[in-house]
């Protein structure tokens, strides 16, 4: 137990740590923020005109298909239509049409509607006889922010990897490993301190950012749940492994990376590509995939799936923990 106390209290000196720690925390709190801004007003057509230019009926027909801003100079008007910032398509009259200008840097949706203009203008009475069907205006960001909750919720999970990893690392820099070696302490107990301070920071992290991300029934919750601890044990005992194969600060932040990188690269690949069959079997040999897919799974209430998936999850850590104490009691019979 003093053991623990220790390496909690190395951990919490540590910044790396907490930021990692706080990293999904605010990366949650800044999509869940997003989510709630409505983004569709970037869409708008904005329109620049001069003071008493345009005839009432036409200044009327065209605040019909976005804002229009008054000008009194040509001056004026040419510096908002050129202003990289903004979309603004100037509009000016043009004998009983209108005409306009855009400075060419726009997106190519408001220069084709600057294009089609003049045109629609010229046959507004036909228009008015048609019928007109509005649709829906489609979120941008609804297909894809499951997949970044997800996503981060992942990042969230296997933070427990980069806490066992840097800490054991750390330790070699300092020499504290050679001390820990002649301590009267058991693998097991070796293995239990190290894996309890990755799997508990890594837990409270998933917890947190799932609290804020998901709104699901208590069942649901419970399932998450399992997914988190079962996704935060195999993450510290992949934490164990890159601490005890890198050599130096260095080499294990490059592990860290790469390690991070396939968690997340593994799971975003099958979701967008829509991978299924034996590749989708091959791509859970990463424990992140099915910790994905759970999560994927809970959020669509699809509870059969995410079983599935905690039960590979379950398989995960069984690996993992035997493959690790194998390979120590053959390090052991090697040093002696």
Known sequence: MKGLKYQ???VLRDKFC??????PILAAAALNFMGSIDLSSLGELHFGVLENDLSPQAAAWLERYGPAT??????????????PSTNVIGVRADGDSIKTAV????????QQAAATLPALYEQRAEAERANVLTLERPDILEGFQDIFISA??????????????????????DGVAFVNEILPMTPSQYILQKVAVGFLFGSLSSIATACICFRMSWQNWGMMLALIVLSSFVAALIGLFIGKLSEGLMTG?????????????????CALIGVSGPPAVMCSIVPSQPAFDGIMALSAGNMGTAV?????????CIAWFVLYILLSSRRSQQAM
């Open 8 to 10: 909690l209290k190395s």
């Open 18 to 23: 907490l930021m990692t720690f706080l990293l």
């Open 70 to 83: 008054a000008y009194t100079t040509l001056e004026e008007l040419t510096a908002a239509i050129i202003e």
């Open 103 to 110: 400075s060419g840097d726009e997106l190519d949706i408001f």
């Open 152 to 173: 981060v919720l992942i990042m969230a999970m296997f933070m427990g990897c980069t806490f066992n990893a840097m800490n054991i690392i750390l330790e070699k820099e």
């Open 253 to 269: 932040v490059v592990h860290i990376k790469l390690v991070m990188l396939l968690f997340l690269a593994a799971p975003l690949l």
């Open 308 to 316: 599935k998936d905690a039960g590979i999850l379950a398989v995960h």
